[in-house]
């Protein structure tokens, strides 16, 4: 069973996936958007790898269309080794990013 926990606006969540394994696409004209290192979903752009345990702050999120029982959010994080906006899927998400139980470990390592 897959547990979920609530993310509030300012916390700290990290990349928990392997390095490599995603990275921020810049799109001119409409920012910096999370993609997967899979073939198939390659966006044309100046791509930033993400490395494990990589902490971002959760700002907030956006309904941006609901059908029946799905649902599109736009969600908005912090990248802090760059200190830029960046926006991630709820699928994705949930997939690769998760909200440790102490984040300053996370967060003082990654300056070291």
């Not at 606006?9 to 004209?29: A, E, T």
């Not at 971002?56 to 941006?64: D, M």
Request: glycine share 6%; net charge positive; charged share 25%.
């Amino acid at each position: 069973m897959v547990k979920y926990v609530e993310i509030r606006k300012g916390d700290i969540i990290i990349f928990n996936s392997k390095s490599g394994s995603g990275s921020f696409v810049y799109l001119r004209n409409k920012g910096n958007y999370f993609m997967p290192a899979k073939r198939e979903l390659r966006l044309d752009g100046q791509k930033l790898p993400i490395k494990l345990n990589e902490p971002f702050v959760y700002l907030g999120s956006e309904v941006l269309e609901t059908k029946g029982a799905t649902r599109m959010v736009r969600i908005s994080l912090t990248r802090l080794k760059t200190n830029q906006a960046c926006i991630v899927n709820e699928y994705h998400l949930h997939k690769y990013f998760s909200k440790p139980e102490n984040h300053l470990p996370y967060v003082e390592n990654y300056w070291n």
